[in-house]
């Protein structure tokens, strides 16, 4: 006999804090994709993640960022799916640098793709395929890495493309400007890969910058509808040094300065202790 | 304005090759300061679209990073990063890509990954990025990088976007629909293509530069054209613009 009864209506996104949130949702080993293309990016969530002592965990993210660099340096990553590493109009990111030349503090798992191949294997991801298809990767050396890309012939015309394996994060992290009481999500400006490593991913966590009764009327926003959502958590400044566009801008200063404190392991160390983030 | 620097002549070189009206797929750094600067001087009606989603930004000032609100809030329209790789870079709707490279080799072949084993790196480097489907997709790449025989080598270590690959001759068989690197712009002259064996070849010195410099900072025995240019100095106008840009000066008239 088929079930008949009937589909449970979907528990509305809680509003928690962040604690609880990340408490209930990121486990030791899990993969995690923390999305924000320069924008509304959930450093925050990062920070608790570390505090709450993670570890084993698979990052996904197209620009690791400052973000990712802190979470290497301190311990709570063996494995990482990218496709920038660099410190955007800055430099190198020193604590993933000193992991993959150095193993410090431990070795560090590299999957690398290029930005497109990336963007579409979250795509895939969101729309439940086990690949994305581009016309990329042929004559570059990333090619090798056949564990994420391989190559698929057209059935209509012939063409040799590249197939990227679908991502499915075991949580997708994000921040936004809004939410509403229902626990509704509206972000606008660069909304980057957020939407599809939210939809790809088995549970999501958004941080926002205010929680409102009515969503106002925005051009190009993206809505995340409550019901594929598992926590939504109001955090102001939640995206610091990052910015969270008609709230609070990038502070290029911190970028520029994490050079130096990234750049050798003692002053990385201590910049962690006196924020209160745990290095094992 | 008779002192201006290489790093300057190499920028204002690079912007004189956009051309007003086209549509530039700007990146971080010199790409950035080149395509603005364009903006600034002869091509006021030069597209840019930046790979955080922005297309037709028209940044106020110099941005610092290429996600930066003021590229969302002054652009036409702002897309998602899929988005943008699929249906505007991918697909063939950028004119001119900009790009850097930590190593270039004779064929254009463009290396932001290693240097060193790929699994034992002695310098991992930020990776790929967009940069492979610009290369392979954008009707032109205009390479922008300073030019030492640590960069300009024989052989790339790695891969990370392709010129006209391994021998020269693999674009059409890689099935790629842009042209590839039509021009490598450095702080010594610029490179382009050779017609038959598409090996990068010395056509144009900046001013006061000489030929010895030029192939001593070039790891392979640099092929020469027949008439080499003199690229004339920047004038006082583009030099003027580009310093107010580096000062990261508001330009009401954007």
Redesign the interface.
Known sequence: MPDSSPSPIPARAPITSLPAAIAAHVRDGDTVAMEG???LIPFAAAHEIARQGRRHLTLVR??PDLIYDQLIGLGCVDEIV?????N??VG??HR??DA??NHWPHRLGVH?????GL??A??AGAANLPFGV?????????E?QTDIVQTVTCPFTG??LAAVRAVRPDVAIVHAQLADRDGNVMLW?????Q??AVLAARRAIVTVEEVVDVFPERT?AVILPSWVLSAVCEVPGGAWPS?A?GYT??D?TF?QQWDAISRDRESFLKWAAENGLPAR | MTNWTSAEMMNVAAARELHDGDVCLVGVGPPNLAANLARRTHAPNCRLVYESGAIDAKPRRLPLSIGDDDLAATATTVVSVPEMFNYWVGAGRIDVGFLGAAQIDRFGNINTTVIGPYDEPSVRLPGAGGAPEIASAAKRVIVIVRQSTRTFVEKVEFISSVGFGPTGQEREAYGMTGAGPTLVITDHGVLEPDPSTNELTLTRLHEGVDLATAKAATGWDLKVADQLVTVPPPTFVELDALRRLQRREEFVDA
Not at chain 1, 189 to 193: E, H, L
Request: cysteine-free; hydrophobic content about 25%.
């Open positions: 293309f320069t924008h197209m620009t990218f496709s920038y590493g660099g955007p109009g190198s990111l993933l640098r993959v030349e690398e793709h290029s930005h497109a963007a579409n979250y795509a581009l016309r990329g990767y042929r004559g570059t050396d990333l090798r063409d040799e400006g660069i909304t980057g890969v939407r599809e190009g910015y566009a801008t990038r290029n970028y």
